[in-house]
């Protein structure tokens, strides 16, 4: 059972109703507003507001080597210094930013994703956990994709590729205004049309996102969350005009054994074998982070795997 003792502001938080979790399958994506679900609790909002302007200003100054660097939209991202729109690996241990870890192990977390994964506490796995931020030098957006499905898969590939069931969750939580994400509603489900194939096929950035059929732009107030199959048609947008500090993560459910490995693992996950990362979390994270070392062990050596996308 979850402890809601771990979080002093649970009284206040509302987790997914049962249209909200329909919702979220049926549309492949669901917005939880601050107002009434905040993911964050209000307490802890300011220290990761301030664990993030700490990490970015660490890679704008290229002294960290995670990151996701512009003109290069999938992992691997390269070391090299470079206009960034992404910080990766936020829970590391050598960041030294404890916020991260206690809201991604924290009760809201783990209540609303076992509401949208439909499991049990014991089936949440580790997985990603990342901030993207805004470029501070060029514009940058990101081509319409699946996260694990190749552009350039058949209409055939794509149907069997999305009939494997998901057992994953993405999610981003605004810390600022944020209207980067595009999606296609319902897109998670079913193959490309014919049109959508032809703007989602290549490595080029949509001119504009509303070209695509279906597209909708995901606008996130502070403190708002969407949560998205990450198999759904998106796209996004980087501007150097717009703050951005929004969290990125993803979470597993162990029922889906090492069908999300390649996906999960493509980043580059060794460091979060290191016994002082573990010693960072909470006795629920520690939990977690077993269930990814499993997956780990039963897949291997990460880096066998391969990338999931081009680009
Ligand atoms: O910037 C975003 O919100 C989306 C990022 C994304 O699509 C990705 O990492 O594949």
């Known amino acids: 059972m979850m402890n809601p003792d ?19 399958h049926t549309h492949g994506f669901l917005i939880l507003p601050a107002t009434t679900s905040a993911l964050v609790p209000p307490a802890l909002f300011p220290a990761l507001l301030s664990a993030c302007e700490a990490v970015t200003a660490r890679t704008r100054a290229g002294a960290w080597p995670h990151r996701r660097v512009v003109g290069k939209q999938f992992p691997p991202y390269g070391s090299a210094h470079s206009d960034s729109w992404g910080v990766q690996h936020v829970m590391h241990p050598d960041l030294g930013e404890r916020a991260f870890a206690e809201y991604y192990a924290g009760y809201r977390v783990r209540r609303v994703a076992c509401a949208l994964l439909g499991c049990e506490e014991a089936c949440l796995q580790m997985e990603l956990f990342n901030l993207l931020i805004n470029p501070t030098e060029n514009e940058f957006s990101l081509r319409w994709h699946r996260d694990d499905v190749k552009g350039e898969a058949t ?14 969750l993405q999610w981003n939580t605004a810390l600022h205004e944020d209207a980067s994400l595009y999606v296609v509603p319902g897109s998670h489900k079913v193959p490309r049309t014919p049109t959508q194939r032809v703007l989602s096929t290549g490595a080029d950035a949509p001119a504009n996102p509303f070209d695509m059929p279906g597209a909708i732009c995901v606008v996130l107030h502070p403190g708002d969350t969407v949560f998205y199959n990450n198999n759904i048609v998106h796209c996004a947008t980087y501007s150097p005009a717009a703050q951005r500090a929004t969290l990125h993560a993803s979470i597993g459910d162990t029922r889906g054994g090492t069908a999300r490995a390649r996906n999960i693992l493509q980043h580059g996950l060794t460091w979060m074998r290191e016994d002082r990362f573990k010693e960072t979390l909470s006795a629920d994270g520690q939990a977690m982070l077993a269930r990814l070392e499993d997956m780990q062990r039963a897949v291997g050596e990460q880096g066998s795997l391969g990338y999931s996308l081009d680009g």
């Open 155 to 168: 209409e055939d590939e794509e149907r069997k590729a999305l009939a494997i069931p998901h057992h994953g």
């Open 6 to 24: 771990m979080d002093s502001d649970s009284d206040a938080f509302t987790p997914p109703t049962p249209a909200q979790i329909s919702s979220y």
